[in-house]
Every structure is written in structure tokens, then in C-alpha cells.
């Protein structure tokens, strides 16, 4: 799969929201990332206010994570009104639970914005996988990243509406060592 001269080699696919929701198309885009030999990898859209065990729960009843597949990720990016304090808690809590059964560190995505006002002096034990776009080379952020996304206007074969372009840092080797083992 390639978009001009780049060649597409992961994805991270939409699998859980909140406490119950569950992507409608989580299964299909799953197989078919599978099918194509794609690096792959699920994630969790946040959300603040609800227990962070109850969506952990929620991901891990959905997606079964194998070696060679890429990290789960919590994507939190908006804090809804909710004390700093309590959305620290229950991001906590569902990266414990997440990290306890699939034996790995989740990845953390969010933006920019958030990061510097809730997680910035926090979890920087875990993967993070930064949206900042605009920026020519790297995002602007002190602390090491695992993911940038730099691009939401993608374009992929196959898929009809633009999507996000991401790189990771590092060489091939070090993408293979973040992998599940």
C-alpha cells in the first residue's frame, strides 16, 4: 500500500469508545489490515468521566492483540469538564489494566494542546504518540515520542475518506522492538 513515494506499513485502527461503544467497522478494518500484511494496531477513544477500568474492559473484551502487532493505545483528547486529578486517575487505571493483560505499555495519544495542560508531568513511563500539525520535521514537544501524527488529510487506496498520516521514530529495527514480543 503507497501514497506517492511513501509505503504505508501501519496502521492503528478505531476499536473502542468510552464504556460500551464498540467501532462498527473495528472487525472488518482488523481483517482486512491482517489480509494485507499491515503492521496493526487498536486503540481506545477515551472517554472523561467514566471509569477508566470499565473502558479498559471494554477494549480488552473487543481486541485480541498478538505478537508482531503494534501496542494498544489509549487516545484521550478532550477533558470534558473533568478535574485534572480524577482524569489522571482514570487514565491511570485503564493503562494498568491494559498493560496487565496484554503483558505491554500502552501507548498514549493525544494532542499537543492536551498534553501540555493534563499529561505533560505525568505517565512519562509510557509510549506517546503526539498529534501537532503544521510543523515541518518533528513536533514541538521536550520529552521523546514514539508516534507523530503530522498529516489528518491523507489519502490511501481503498479508502474513501482522508485519513491520518503518522511516522514513527526511529529505524526499522527499533519499530520491530516495539512490536508485541
Request: charged share 30%.
Amino acid at each position: 500500500m503507497r501514497d506517492g513515494d511513501v509505503k504505508i506499513g501501519f496502521v492503528f485502527i478505531k476499536a473502542t469508545e468510552g464504556i460500551g461503544s464498540v467501532d462498527d467497522q473495528f472487525r472488518r478494518n482488523w481483517l482486512n489490515a491482517e489480509e494485507q500484511d499491515i503492521c496493526k494496531g487498536a486503540y481506545h477513544f477515551f472517554i472523561a468521566g467514566k471509569s477508566g477500568k470499565k473502558q479498559a474492559a471494554n477494549f480488552i473484551e473487543m481486541v485480541n492483540l498478538k505478537k508482531g502487532d503494534l501496542p494498544p493505545v489509549l487516545d484521550i483528547e478532550q477533558a470534558y469538564g473533568v478535574p485534572a486529578t480524577e482524569l489522571k486517575k482514570e487514565v491511570e487505571e485503564w493503562l494498568l489494566a491494559i498493560e496487565k493483560q496484554y503483558g505491554i505499555k500502552p501507548v498514549i495519544y493525544t494532542n499537543i494542546d492536551f498534553y501540555k495542560n493534563y499529561l505533560q508531568n505525568d505517565f512519562s513511563d509510557y509510549p506517546i504518540w503526539i498529534a501537532h500539525y503544521l510543523q515541518p520535521e518533528k513536533p514541538r514537544i521536550e520529552r521523546n515520542w514514539s508516534f507523530w501524527q503530522h498529516n489528518e488529510n491523507g489519502r490511501v487506496n481503498g479508502i474513501k475518506t482522508q485519513v491520518d498520516f503518522d511516522v514513527f521514530s526511529g529505524d526499522s529495527l527499533d519499530f520491530k522492538n516495539f512490536l508485541i514480543r
